[in-house]
């Protein structure tokens, strides 16, 4: 082995990590090599003298450790619970604008869903409450999800009647409002069916809409004499509507 | 000391893994002085060697998750600890270097041989060390108070082995003439 290979081998020699025949020929080398001999001796004397480097005692808190760890893990659970209830606040918002844009109207026969539908209460649709021809003959609001048929200005002025007292009346949830109003405007429509004409339904007859008499969209003499049914109480709607009440349903019907 | 009964350092971090706090107590005995000793070497001379083995434990806790039992232990521990001692050196390097030259002055004003003491010549060789650069600081640290072997430290530090090893040779020949040249020599 030459001088300039124990050389390079002398470090990893002196930590004894040198494989058993590199050694072997390490050690007999520097037994006759003067000068690698004394770089041995000075590359051990300096590692003897890293050992007297002091050994200072580490103590360890271990409870702050933990309570370090403690803490992080309760911050970062804090800020996970306030993502979620952020997250769950703008999905509410969501539903809630889109609950507010959308507008599902179940009618007989057919299924109405309109987007973006601005809020039309009866209020909004009938100028005069009183059956006022003129009031018949307004127009109804575009997007208005019921489709109130023109010259429906008794039903309306019923609406708005019921849907004033039940709102009155404070704390009723707007679907069931909007359930009152629907119902009333039912009954009001097949109310006007039957009193069309000689007392006939003409819409019964047929549904061609053809054989409708034009410009019928005025409300009859006989139509707007008949005045709304009176407010009912809010507990009777309430019982007609989620407990099938009779007296409640009679009240509210055209036929009591 | 390990007997052979203990459990080992990959069973510890197992059962550290699953909460164990009894297993983490274990982890911080056995290792609290060959990491403080290293930290101390690596770190500034102003630095709180207790507080940052301190912060050495609250990473291996934290970093508890992502340890890989196909990886040795001491490697994965002695390289956070090495993280610890460079973000540390980081910080020092912001601060004013007051405390650094005063420590200078009065390790360079002990020079007469005959009168060092082994306690003088030890504060010598440790500032020696201290003052050697970075990248030959590193290996030789690791190495001789880490008590890893060359390729440990070539894991460790992210370097190749051949690398390792010249540097450690080279770290030992300028700590030989930083100390001859403080008067301190020393014997087989």
Redesign the interface.
Known sequence: MRCQEVLENLTTLAYDELDATSAAACQQHLAQCESCQEEWSAIRATLGLLDLVPRRQTQVDLAAVCLRISREQRRAYSWKRWGLGLAAAAALLVCATAAQLLAINVEPGRLIVAWNAPAAGPAERVESPQGDSGAGQAAAPVGDTLKTPVGDAPAAAADTAVAAHVRSIGVVPNALVELLERDNLAAWRRRHRSLDGNGEDWRAQSDDVSTRPRGDTTIRADDADDAPPPPVSYSELRRHWLGGDAKANRRTSPEA | MQRPTDPSDHDLMSRCRHGD?VA??EI?RRW??P???MV??LAGPGAD??DL??EV??RI??ARERYRPSHSFSTWVYRIALNVARDNRRREIRRPKQSLDAQDQASSAQTPTDALS??E??EI??AA?RALPEILREPLVL???GKL??AEVAETTGIPLGTV??R??TA?RE??SE?NRRG?????
């Open positions: 706090a983490f107590e911080v609290e002085q990491l403080g000793r101390g070497q060697v207790d083995c301190q434990f609250v806790l934290r082994a306690h010549t030890a060789v440790d060390v190495k001789h108070f072997s060359f090893k010249s450690v040779a030992l700590l030989r100390l301190v020599t020393g014997t087989e």
